[in-house]
């Protein structure tokens, strides 16, 4: 059964802080890894989607990788900034996705 | 283009009564999934659906069920509902089948049983 596991569980940095949020998953057999944004309430903002047979994806601020033999992702936000502040999910996708428990980040001014 | 779109957004129901919630996918897509989050069990799947066919579904009671319709838009209903069903409840929507590609969340319902 695939589980997956973010650490750390919540996160408070001060601005300009790079940043590295850790997720893990206990089978490889995945077609693709997702991370997303929500807000307080809100639903899911998909940030970047690496596909099984990547190892990278960047977009602007953010970084993600993935090491799928051992079963590892990591999200880099680089200079991060208050707006930055909200849980972060990462997903693996079988026929469905299994979503992690998240990070709460919190970025302070 | 207009993002993926959920009504209504907020619902209160007592026990014992039944609910529909209407999700609207991003034109183009066919496929729609939907998604449970509680603050005890996260966010787990509850189906999907492709060009008005089921194609998956999670680990819930019968009284979850939903259908899709020919121009995508999809329904989920659960009946006799239950203090437990308290949820935000979340539908994605993306091109392709089996979550292959990627999906785009709607703002979700939150639905509350009294």
């Known amino acids: 059964k695939q589980e997956v596991t973010q650490i750390p569980a919540a996160l408070s940095v001060p601005e300009g802080e790079n940043l590295v949020l850790n997720c893990s998953f206990t089978?490889?057999?995945?077609?693709?890894l997702q991370w997303f944004r929500q807000d307080p309430g809100k639903g899911l903002t998909s940030l970047l989607l690496i596909q099984s047979s990547q190892r990278e994806q960047t977009s602007g601020r953010l970084n993600a990788s993935l090491d799928k033999s051992s079963g590892r992702s990591t999200l880099y936000i680089a200079a991060s900034q208050p707006g930055d502040s909200a849980t972060y999910l990462c997903?693996?996708?079988?026929?469905?996705?299994?979503f992690g428990t998240g990070t709460r980040l919190q970025v302070f001014p | 283009k207009a993002g993926v779109t959920q009504t209504p957004r907020y619902l209160i129901k007592t026990r014992g009564q039944q609910v529909t919630l209407s999700c609207s996918p991003i034109s183009g897509h066919r496929s729609v999934s939907w998604y449970q989050q509680t603050p005890g069990q996260g966010l787990q799947f509850l189906f999907e659906?492709?060009?008005?066919?089921?194609?998956n579904k999670g680990n819930f009671p019968g009284r979850f069920s939903g259908r899709q319709f020919s121009n995508s838009r999809s329904e989920m209903n659960v009946s006799t509902l239950e203090l437990g069903d308290s949820a935000l409840y979340l539908c994605?929507?993306?091109?392709?089948?089996?979550?292959?590609?990627?999906?785009?969340f709607g703002p979700g319902t939150r639905l509350t049983v009294l």
């Open positions: 089978d490889s057999a995945i077609y693709n």
């Open positions: 659906y492709f060009s008005e066919t089921q194609r």
């Open positions: 997903a693996v996708s079988t026929d469905k996705l299994i």
């Open positions: 994605a929507s993306s091109l392709s089948a089996g979550h292959t590609d990627t999906q785009y």
